[in-house]
């Protein structure tokens, strides 16, 4: 068989392989942040707001700016387009990138060394495909940003290294626009200049097209980072360490990565980090001098072995932006996607002579461990479909995690079990009081099913705790709102409506927030004046109100069925009853099944006196047999 026809048979083997072993992650549902990026993400729900990505937004969830990622959204928001929330798609593009990215890796090994057998380089392609550390970053939906940074930095290298400059400068563009990782790409191919191609400096800067190129980069970078600093700012705020502490504690981490490669048993959403704050601790000491070999390593072979020198220099390269930057969640599996390219260059070349000395006997043990590693990937999909898993395992197996017993309360709150859901908020609550973040998201939590309970004080001394631990936290949207929620319930309209007021000032894209202020304005049309900060209201000054804001919500979310039907009892009450019929039409378009919409419908019809008011009565039964009002209608009727 030609070299060529075999190439085709691989790539073609690498993309069935690839598909098979995550056909299993299809189905599984979102998870994590998924839930601010994708579910509860207003921008990528309708085009119009596909602009915004480029101005500083990431999310229409209350978190502050900072991600610079407008190419990763446009993606997600092509995926609602075509298939709104259902998972497959989302899931779809991810396997696609990292077959892509298996096919590039190929590409490059190949480039690499052009004498190592074509065997061993399909043998560690389809270990990057199949290998279970990738599942995180493949099936994890939000982490589709690792998946095409590392295609977009592998793939600038790549034509870098093939001497095509243009080209290579020009993906690093939207290397950029996808993650703030692709600022490692200048860093990478200089290193890669100065370790195997550097001479002198004459021979450099006589050399114009290289001069151009990096020149090129510079330029690139700097108009990034003033459009980064223009739209982007203020920096999403992560983690409190301080950055000699954060430097140490990556170096762990760095070394961490490896072990779960080798022996990956232990793979979690959140791993726990020891507390890392002075040299003198012996994991921290270990962990920095082993940083530090690696690079005098990595100058040793670089020229007898420069395939070692490479993988090592993109693998700290690829972790490089961990130690500068203080991450919430810095031990995280799917930032090891793209430094884990040069884990794989390294095992190409540890293995070649191994593999050119054994290659019969070679074979069969790869085969075995390559199948290994694909049942192990089968099985992370698989716990990936079921949350409730997912965290289970993560407390088990990190439960000094305060994240995981945070998120496997959600996912028995999520699946109705309260009472499981509050054991775990307070045993985690007695236990843990360290990242005031996540403490305060128990709190939230626990408030919350406090106030499913009817403990309306309990619930609101937990949402004050929260709120005191930081008056800045990402939370403060969902404290007051929920605030509110309180005020409601105990008939402090005032209040309640103050507090959505306030939610609503720090994130103007709470569509829902809108919904409940224009609820709330309609009934305090039908009593006397309501007193809030302004004055006194008319009952026609709250109908203005409730029609601003529910304006306001169907602008932002044209697609809940509530906004429609709120208009529709506006308009009624106007006494514009064509125009009212209209939007509860439109609100049964978009959920039919939601009897309210039929019943108001029906009343409508009545009084113009059209007779689909049956209709619409009989469907309001049918959804709802116990509905008093429809059925003492009926009653009326039939008489």
Same mark, same amino acid.
């Given at each position: 068989?030609?070299?060529?026809?075999?190439?085709?048979?691989?790539?073609?083997?690498?993309?069935?392989?690839?598909?098979?072993?995550?056909?299993?992650?299809?189905?599984?549902?979102?998870?994590?942040?998924?839930?601010?990026?994708?579910?509860?993400?207003?921008?990528?729900?309708?085009?119009?707001?596909?602009?915004?990505?480029?101005?500083?937004?990431?999310?229409?969830?209350?978190?502050?700016?900072?991600?610079?990622?407008?190419?990763?959204?446009?993606?997600?928001?092509?995926?609602?387009?075509?298939?709104?929330?259902?998972?497959?798609?989302?899931?779809?593009?991810?396997?696609?990138?990292?077959?892509?990215?298996?096919?590039?890796?190929?590409?490059?090994?190949?480039?690499?060394?052009?004498?190592?057998?074509?065997?061993?380089?399909?043998?560690?392609?389809?270990?990057?495909?199949?290998?279970?550390?990738?599942?995180?970053?493949?099936?994890?939906?939000?982490?589709?940003?690792?998946?095409?940074?590392?295609?977009?930095?592998?793939?600038?290298?790549?034509?870098?290294?093939?001497?095509?400059?243009?080209?290579?400068?020009?993906?690093?563009?939207?290397? #950029?626009?996808?993650?703030?990782?692709? =600022?490692? @790409?200048? %860093? !990478?191919?200089?290193?890669?200049? $100065? *370790?195997?191609? +550097?001479?002198?400096?004459?021979?450099?800067?006589?050399?114009?097209?290289?001069?151009?190129?990096?020149?090129?980069?510079?330029?690139?970078?700097?108009?990034?980072?003033?459009?980064?600093?223009?739209?982007?700012?203020?920096?999403?705020?992560?983690?409190?360490?301080?950055?000699?502490?954060?430097?140490?504690?990556?170096?762990?981490?760095?070394?961490?990565?490896?072990?779960?490669?080798?022996?990956?048993?232990?793979?979690?959403?959140?791993?726990?980090?020891?507390?890392?704050?002075?040299?003198?601790?012996?994991?921290?000491?270990?962990?920095?001098?082993?940083?530090?070999?690696?690079?005098?390593?990595?100058?040793? #072979?670089?020229?007898?072995?420069?395939? =070692?020198? @490479?993988? %090592? !220099?993109?693998?700290?390269?690829? $972790? *490089?932006?961990? +130690?500068?930057?203080?991450?919430?969640?810095?031990?995280?599996?799917?930032?090891?996607?793209?430094?884990?390219?040069?884990?794989?260059?390294?095992?190409?070349?540890?293995?070649?002579?191994?593999?050119?000395?054994?290659?019969?006997?070679?074979?069969?043990?790869?085969?075995?461990?390559?199948?290994?590693?694909?049942?192990?990937?089968?099985?992370?999909?698989?716990?990936?479909?079921?949350?409730?898993?997912?965290?289970?395992?993560?407390?088990?197996?990190?439960?000094?995690?305060?994240?995981?017993?945070?998120?496997?309360?959600?996912?028995?709150?999520?699946?109705?079990?309260?009472?499981?859901?509050?054991?775990?908020?307070?045993?985690?609550?007695?236990?843990?009081?360290?990242?005031?973040?996540?403490?305060?998201?128990?709190?939230?939590?626990?408030?919350?099913?406090?106030?499913?309970?009817?403990?309306?004080?309990?619930?609101?001394?937990?949402?004050?705790?929260?709120?005191?631990?930081?008056?800045?936290?990402?939370?403060?949207?969902?404290?007051?709102?929920?605030?509110?929620?309180?005020?409601?319930?105990?008939?402090?309209?005032?209040?309640?409506?103050?507090?959505?007021?306030?939610?609503?000032?720090?994130?103007?894209?709470?569509?829902?927030?809108?919904?409940?202020?224009?609820?709330?304005?309609?009934?305090?049309?039908?009593?006397?004046?309501?007193?809030?900060?302004?004055?006194?209201?008319?009952?026609?000054?709250?109908?203005?109100?409730?029609?601003?804001?529910?304006?306001?919500?169907?602008?932002?979310?044209?697609?809940?069925?509530?906004?429609?039907?709120?208009?529709?009892?506006?308009?009624?009450?106007?006494?514009?009853?064509?125009?009212?019929?209209?939007?509860?039409?439109?609100?049964?378009?978009?959920?039919?099944?939601?009897?309210?919409?039929?019943?108001?419908?029906?009343?409508?019809?009545?009084?113009?006196?059209?007779?689909?008011?049956?209709?619409?009565?009989?469907?309001?039964?049918?959804?709802?047999?116990?509905?008093?009002?429809?059925?003492?209608?009926?009653?009326?009727?039939?008489?």
């Amino acid at each position: 068989m030609q070299s060529k026809t075999k190439e085709y048979v691989f790539i073609l083997l690498l993309a069935i392989v690839s598909f098979i072993v995550y056909a299993s992650s299809l189905h599984a549902p979102f998870i994590f942040d998924d839930n601010h990026m994708i579910v509860e993400n207003v921008f990528i729900k309708s085009a119009k707001y596909f602009s915004e990505f480029f101005k500083g937004f990431v999310t229409s969830y209350p978190i502050p700016k900072g991600m610079c990622r407008p190419l990763l959204m446009l993606t997600f928001g092509f995926n609602y387009l075509q298939g709104g929330l259902s998972p497959v798609g989302y899931h779809i593009v991810n396997i696609l990138f990292h077959f892509l990215n298996a096919c590039l890796l190929y590409f490059l090994l190949k480039f690499l060394n052009k004498s190592i057998p074509r065997g061993l380089i399909f043998i560690i392609t389809l270990l990057f495909a199949v290998h279970p550390l990738n599942t995180e970053a493949v099936t994890y939906i939000s982490s589709r940003s690792d998946l095409m940074v590392t295609f977009f930095i592998i793939s600038s290298f790549f034509l870098y290294l093939k001497g095509k400059y243009t080209l290579s400068c020009l993906m690093y563009v939207p290397a #950029l626009l996808t993650k703030e990782t692709g =600022l490692v @790409l200048p %860093i !990478l191919i200089l290193g890669y200049y $100065l *370790l195997y191609q +550097f001479k002198n400096i004459i021979c450099t800067f006589k050399n114009k097209r290289v001069v151009f190129f990096f020149v090129s980069l510079f330029i690139v970078t700097l108009f990034y980072l003033y459009y980064k600093k223009l739209y982007f700012a203020p920096i999403t705020p992560g983690s409190s360490r301080p950055i000699f502490s954060n430097i140490l504690t990556q170096s762990w981490v760095t070394f961490s990565y490896l072990k779960l490669f080798l022996w990956p048993d232990n793979l979690n959403f959140l791993h726990s980090t020891p507390d890392l704050t002075s040299i003198f601790q012996i994991k921290a000491n270990f962990a920095f001098m082993g940083i530090i070999a690696l690079i005098i390593v990595m100058f040793i #072979l670089r020229k007898r072995k420069n395939l =070692l020198s @490479l993988g %090592i !220099l993109l693998y700290l390269v690829g $972790l *490089l932006p961990k +130690f500068y930057a203080t991450l919430k969640v810095p031990f995280a599996e799917h930032h090891f996607y793209l430094p884990s390219i040069g884990i794989y260059i390294l095992l190409l070349a540890l293995l070649e002579k191994l593999y050119l000395k054994q290659r019969k006997n070679f074979l069969y043990p790869a085969i075995g461990v390559i199948l290994a590693l694909s049942a192990l990937t089968w099985e992370r999909n698989c716990q990936l479909n079921r949350p409730l898993w997912v965290w289970k395992i993560g407390v088990e197996k990190e439960p000094k995690h305060i994240g995981n017993w945070l998120n496997l309360g959600v996912a028995h709150k999520d699946n109705g079990n309260i009472e499981k859901a509050k054991e775990i908020f307070q045993k985690a609550l007695s236990v843990f009081n360290e990242d005031k973040d996540w403490q305060a998201g128990l709190y939230v939590n626990l408030a919350g099913i406090h106030f499913l309970e009817e403990e309306h004080k309990e619930a609101f001394k937990l949402l004050d705790k929260a709120l005191g631990l930081n008056p800045k936290i990402p939370r403060v949207c969902q404290i007051y709102s929920s605030m509110a929620n309180i005020y409601e319930k105990e008939n402090q309209e005032a209040q309640a409506i103050e507090y959505r007021k306030k939610a609503l000032k720090l994130n103007p894209y709470a569509w829902e927030i809108c919904q409940k202020l224009a609820r709330a304005f309609i009934e305090k049309a039908k009593t006397p004046p309501l007193k809030v900060s302004g004055g006194p209201l008319r009952p026609v000054d709250n109908f203005i109100e409730a029609k601003k804001y529910i304006e306001k919500a169907e602008k932002i979310n044209p697609h809940h069925f509530y906004s429609y039907f709120l208009l529709g009892v506006i308009y009624e009450k106007e006494g514009k009853l064509e125009k009212a019929a209209t939007f509860y039409k439109t609100s049964i378009e978009l959920k039919a099944d939601w009897f309210y919409s039929h019943y108001y419908l029906c009343l409508i019809y009545i009084k113009l006196k059209n007779p689909l008011f049956i209709n619409e009565l009989e469907e309001t039964i049918r959804l709802n047999p116990d509905f008093e009002p429809a059925l003492s209608l009926s009653k009326f009727i039939l008489k």
